[in-house]
């Protein structure tokens, strides 16, 4: 399951990650927030995809517009705390055509944590 968790020093991040080949370069796509990183090693994309991610988050909590983002994409938040959680797999794959391409390759799935330090 995708979750993020918001609080004052960080945020956790939890994604479901499709790592494949496209072109003969190395892709990490996380369908849950539609991000993608990539690279000509894995090594190249995993550092990708985490700027790629780190850098949504910041700009999303320094500009205010990260909530709306993760509702547009299905997500929702449970209580008052800053607790997120993207929909299920199946509704992701019936709605992302992206991700809907990548499952026809090769690829494998992996589970990516992060932890963000918030800005102060």
Known sequence: MNR??????????WLDVFSYKEDGVQMMYAPALDLCGYGATMDEAKKSFEVVVTEYLRF????????????A???TSSSEMQEYESPDI?????????????????????SKRLSVPVAS
């Not at 993020?4 to 960080?10: H, K, P, Y």
């Open 60 to 71: 999303g909590l320094e500009n205010g517009t990260l909530k709306d983002d993760l509702s």
């Open 90 to 110: 199946l509704s992701i794959i019936r709605s992302n055509k992206q991700l809907q391409t990548v499952m026809h390759r090769n690829y494998r799935k992996i």
């Open 4 to 13: 993020i968790d918001i609080n004052t020093t960080n945020i956790r991040v």
């Open 73 to 75: 994409h299905g997500w």
